[in-house]
């Protein structure tokens, strides 16, 4: 009996801590009843697709006005000048909503990103990632120490250590493949794409099922070496070069 009253008790914080939480979200979003805010805050946060993006149209118009708060992060043309936070111009709609559900609920673990997509609805998600598709990516610059080790993995892989070749999935150019959610690479930052790789390799996947698997493996198997030589390759590709000329980061390094 003690332990129901117990039970109860924990129930009714877990309730307030949820209403809380929505308190805190509806701040950011047009004021709605309060019925409205709990019956949100009681639904499973689970609401997310774990492959395909559930995407109506987006309008980049509607989205550009959105997107006025990431530019502080990621660039107001989505061109981020700190390396540490990832470039969006040009990547595929179809991954960034996938990755603002992610984030949303919670399967992307980042908690500045969690308290950037809680109040986005699907609607915004699709605007805002129609006007990021729609910019262009600036291209950066290899390390030219790194490029030929990172152009080799990207290009051919590695075959001894089970690394399949980066381009079979991102593309030559780095464009990726939007159809299968691979996404754009081309021109990102290094640091961030170290970033990434590297808690891929501790074992961190986004999300659930099969998709999610994929970079686990690979970058399971990737080295330090690789992770740094790879990423300083992506860095330096360009999706305008000709794909008769698949070593663009090599032109790209000074
Ligand atoms: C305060 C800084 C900050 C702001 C503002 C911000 N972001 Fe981010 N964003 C980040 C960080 C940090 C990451 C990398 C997270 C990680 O390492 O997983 C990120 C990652 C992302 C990604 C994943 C990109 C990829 O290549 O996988 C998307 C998409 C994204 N943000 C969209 C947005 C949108 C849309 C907004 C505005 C509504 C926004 N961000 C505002 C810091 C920010
Ligand atoms: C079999 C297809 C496949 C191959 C091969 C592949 N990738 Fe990926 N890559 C993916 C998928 C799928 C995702 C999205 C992961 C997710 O959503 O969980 C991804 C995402 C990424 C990202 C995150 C980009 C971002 O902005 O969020 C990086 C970086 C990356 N891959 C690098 C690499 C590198 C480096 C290699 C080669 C060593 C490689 N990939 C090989 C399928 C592949």
């Known amino acids: 009996m003690r332990f129901r009253r117990v039970l109860a008790l924990a129930s009714v914080t877990l309730v307030g801590a949820l209403l809380s939480v ?3 979200a509806q701040t950011a979003a047009p004021a ?3 019925r409205v805010a709990q019956a949100q805050a009681a639904a499973p946060a689970a609401a997310v697709a774990p492959t395909a993006a559930p995407l109506k149209p987006g309008d980049a ?3 550009q006005a959105k997107a006025a708060v990431c530019g502080a992060c990621h660039g107001l043309d989505g061109n981020s000048s700190d390396p540490q936070y990832p470039k969006l111009a040009g ?4 991954y960034i909503v996938r990755q603002l559900e992610l984030f949303k609920s919670g399967q992307r673990p980042n908690p500045i990103m969690l308290g950037m997509a809680t109040p986005l609805s699907p609607q915004d998600m699709a605007d805002v990632a129609a006007y990021f598709a729609k910019q262009k990516t600036l291209p950066g610059i290899a390390d030219k120490t790194l490029v030929s080790a990172g152009g080799k993995l990207y290009r051919e892989g ?3 250590a089970g690394i399949p070749a980066c381009m079979a999935c991102h593309g030559p150019d780095g464009r990726g493949n939007p159809g299968a959610l691979y996404p754009h690479l081309a021109g990102q930052h290094a640091q961030y794409v170290q970033q990434v790789l590297t808690a891929w390799h501790s ?3 986004w999300g659930k099922g099969p998709h999610a698997q994929i970079m686990l493996t ?3 198997r990737l080295s330090t070496a690789d ?3 790879v990423a300083s390759y992506i860095q330096g590709l360009h999706t305008a070069v000709p794909a008769a000329a698949p070593a663009s980061a090599v032109a790209a390094a000074q």
Not at 91 to 94: I, T, V
């Open 22 to 24: 929505a308190a805190i």
């Open 32 to 34: 709605k009843p309060a």
């Open 61 to 63: 118009t509607a989205g």
């Open 91 to 94: 990547q595929q709609a179809g």
């Open 158 to 160: 590695d075959k001894t």
């Open 203 to 205: 074992g961190q996947p």
């Open 218 to 220: 690979i970058a399971g």
């Open 227 to 229: 992770i740094a030589a």
